[in-house]
């Protein structure tokens, strides 16, 4: 619903899980630790696609990284995400660290904004005298 109006992807899941723990909590009693693994494994949803250079190491190490993994495989069963994803994080974690490399390598180059950051243009000083 959010993406109909307009917000980014990855500001409208967040809107969404938050929306779903509140509805949620309004009929089951949630403690707050379990509402924010929830929230952990959703936003690792979007982490997941970003496999290019370090992204894909860093995951793995990640303490929740296999439950969002796991719910990453939930989701491609149910067809809600294309499948191939789940498939290339099997692989991946099944790789010795040359392998995983390689994945990342075939991978190619990200695409977006990921490239070099442009820096701000200074303001310019005031002219003359504050008095």
């Known amino acids: 619903r959010h993406l109909e109006h307009g917000v980014p992807y990855a500001p409208a899941l967040q809107k969404a899980a938050g929306q779903v723990i509140n509805a949620q909590v309004q009929i089951t009693a949630v403690p707050k630790r379990f509402s924010l693994v929830v929230r ?4 690792m949803q ?11 190491e860093m995951l793995v190490a990640d303490p929740r990284f296999r439950a969002g993994y796991d719910f990453l495989l ?7 995400i294309e499948s191939g994803l789940g498939d290339w994080w099997t692989r991946y974690q099944e790789c010795d660290e040359h392998a995983r490399a390689e994945m990342v390598r075939a991978l190619g180059k ?4 990921s490239g070099k950051r442009r820096r701000r243009k200074r303001r310019p000083k005031p002219s003359g005298n504050a008095a």
């Open 40 to 43: 952990e494994i959703w936003d």
């Open 46 to 56: 979007l982490r997941l696609e970003k496999r290019h250079g370090r992204h894909a």
């Open 74 to 80: 939930l989701r491609e069963q149910a067809g809600e």
């Open 110 to 113: 990200p695409t977006g904004n």
